[in-house]
């Protein structure tokens, strides 16, 4: 291990991130119902700008008068390139901020965006005397954004989480997409011929080298990972597929654009009973084998050392939140 250390985020269970429109309140009664972990209502893209003003009022209202069960509560403000996100901050944090976890920042670019609104939200908190420090979740979905990564991870203290904006990201980077977030056919290769003639196409994961930088820069800063939007809310099995390669990967949770996605979410990332099991078996194997002052032992004929135990305890705890939160 380094001699640095690389301090977590707040905890929260984040497997689960549902987009609810500003513009749309009666949304917001059906959302707080939904077995979601996290709610981010949204003054941005899904707002006309004829509508932005009234989405705004609609949104201090929900904070402060719904009743969201728990739930960790976020709202994406408008893009520093615009002139509605100063009062997309002023406005909801006086007004709304002690109903507030987290601010989701779009198409970050640099560290100094963060770095700007930082100062921004500490002003008002400090002028309003709210103790609870807002968080920051981060959209990284612009090549300037991705290649200055790491230095937003780290741009301050409030930054929970960054979230791969494929959306966005295709606009910016002029990526050939079909479907938001889904896989393209044209992202492949032939195999050779085989005996009778035959190629076969691999289909490929364009996104993968976006989703695995943000991982690492995440991690690596101490912050969720968290994959983006799939466009597609009519196929299952597509989003289900994708977040379980973002898990894989070592993402927390994945973007629900539709409520009929929370559940998908919730299934993929969270442990399975059989892994679970398996890692608290571990961890009793490894306290026998730290108590008879030995470093790696083997389980089911497979060696597991400290590592596995790191891995182990990660997985219990985060059960232990889930039940904790009865979703
Ligand atoms: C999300 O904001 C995206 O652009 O994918
Ligand atoms: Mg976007």
Redesign the pocket.
């Known amino acids: 291990m380094s001699f640095f250390t690389v301090e977590p985020a707040t905890p929260r269970l984040n497997r689960s991130e549902l987009a609810v429109p500003g513009t749309n309140p009666k949304l917001f009664e059906k959302a707080a119902a939904a077995p979601v972990d996290i709610i981010f209502l949204d003054l941005e893209?899904a707002v006309a700008p004829d509508e932005k003003e009234q989405a705004r009022k609609n949104i201090i209202q929900g904070l402060n008068e719904v009743d969201w069960r728990g739930k960790t509560m976020s709202v994406r403000i408008n893009g520093l390139d615009t002139h509605y996100m100063y009062r997309d901050v002023v406005d909801v944090v006086e007004q709304a901020g002690h109903k507030l976890d987290l601010i989701m920042i779009?198409k970050v670019g640099t560290a100094a965006d963060v770095y700007a609104l930082d100062m921004l939200v500490t002003q008002i908190q400090t002028a309003k005397r709210q103790p609870k420090r807002i968080g920051f979740e981060l959209?990284i979905?612009t090549a300037l954004g991705m290649m200055n990564i790491d230095a937003i991870a780290g741009a301050s203290k409030r930054n929970e989480s960054l979230s791969f904006?494929?959306?966005?990201?295709s606009a910016s980077t002029k990526a050939r997409t079909t479907n938001?977030g889904g896989a393209n056919p044209d992202y492949a290769v032939l195999t050779d011929k085989d005996g009778a003639g035959n190629r076969a196409a691999h289909w490929g994961d364009m996104w993968h080298y976006a989703l695995n930088r943000l991982v690492v820069a995440a991690r690596a800063n101490g912050l969720r990972p968290l994959d983006?939007?799939f466009g597609d809310f009519s196929d299952a099995e597509g989003y289900k597929s994708s977040a379980r390669r973002a898990a894989v990967l070592g993402c927390e949770g994945k973007w629900a654009i539709h409520p009929s996605q929370v559940a998908l979410a919730n299934e993929v990332f969270s442990p399975a009973e059989a892994e679970l099991t398996k890692a608290r078996r571990v961890i009793a194997a490894m306290e026998q084998a730290q108590r008879e002052g030995k470093g790696a032992v083997a389980l089911d004929g497979r060696l597991i050392d400290i590592a596995s135990i790191r891995q182990a305890e990660v997985m219990v705890k985060k059960a232990e939140m889930i039940a904790g939160q009865g979703r």
Not at 165 to 169: N, S, T
Request: hydrophobic share 35%; charged share 25%.
């Open positions: 893209d779009p959209i979905e904006g494929v959306a966005d990201y938001i983006g939007p």
